[in-house]
């Protein structure tokens, strides 16, 4: 998606909803690969910047704790 201020630094709630989006696609048995962000003339890059690693690694841990509990 694309910041109309040219800022393409993710905002807290661009993390929270590809955290969302994250968790429910693995849910689902679906890989999210990218969510970019667009700004003047640059981007942003949730893989890139390992945010979509975390994220995927961060609900394997909570299905692990689940499994475990």
């Known amino acids: 998606h694309n910041h109309p201020s040219g800022d393409p ?37 949730f893989a890139d910047q390992g945010y979509i690693a975390r994220m995927n690694r961060e609900f394997e841990n909570l299905v692990q704790q689940e499994i475990t509990a």
């Open 9 to 45: 630094k993710p905002s807290p709630e661009d993390v929270a909803i590809t955290r969302q989006l994250v968790f429910a696609c693995q849910v689902m048995g679906i890989t999210v690969h990218e969510h970019i962000v667009i700004g003047d003339n640059c981007f942003f890059s």
